[in-house]
């Protein structure tokens, strides 16, 4: 059995490729693991919070040596680190907007990145502590940025390879609909990124 987080930060709803890329990754991740259990988080929905002064001074401050509020101010982020450990399998839904993610992602991101916790330090510099992880990313775009002119404008697939290796998550696929928008491209882009879902 395998435990399953999804991630949405899709605000398209039910219109998002992102979003239905996503369900079909994990659907597909089900019929290899049939008695998996999936979590699904909506990060919109959720409207997590941009990190504050207050609770990243929290963050740094030991569990034991917490005042009620400080310890409330992190509530959010501790659940959100817990579910990720519980993960065996992560599918993050990130569409390209103005070339990047989402900033419903953004804050998921700057909650789950906890020193001491998620990552530390050694001599030879940071060690990713969120190991054992397959990641697969959702990415939509109306254009193209796998290859060609706009390869150079995708600040999604490269920083979060770039992030979730930061936290140890090193096993990491992203399956694209791309070209939503480009005439010749559009009419077959999102049954290409179906075909394109493999499992490991």
């Known amino acids: 059995m395998k435990n399953i987080l999804h991630l949405i930060s899709s605000i398209q709803g039910v ?3 992102s979003i239905k890329l996503g369900e ?6 089900q019929n290899k ?4 259990r999936v979590e699904t988080l909506n990060l919109v929905d959720m409207e997590i ?3 504050t002064p207050e609770v990243l001074h929290a963050f740094f401050i030991p569990d034991d ?4 509020a400080e310890r409330k101010s992190v509530h959010l982020s501790n659940n959100l680190v817990k579910q990720l450990f519980a993960a065996d399998i992560i599918v993050i839904g990130a569409p390209l907007i103005n070339f990047t993610i989402p900033s419903s992602l953004k804050a998921w991101i700057d909650h789950i990145t906890r020193a001491g916790i998620t990552f530390g330090y050694g001599e030879n510099g940071p060690i990713g502590l969120v190991t054992g992880k397959k990641v697969y990313v959702a990415m939509s775009s109306g254009g193209i940025y796998s290859e060609g002119p706009g390869k150079a404008n995708d600040f999604v697939a490269p920083y979060l390879k770039a992030f979730l290796g930061f936290l140890g998550m090193t096993d990491f696929t992203v399956f694209r ?8 491209v559009k009419d077959y882009a999102f049954d290409k990124a179906i075909n394109s879902i493999e499992i490991d």
């Open 33 to 36: 693991y049939p008695e998996s």
């Open 15 to 17: 219109t998002s490729y």
């Open 24 to 29: 079909a990754i994990v659907e597909q991740i």
């Open 65 to 68: 040596q917490l005042t009620e």
């Open 177 to 184: 609909a791309e070209g939503l928008k480009v005439p010749g």
């Open 49 to 51: 919070p941009h990190l």
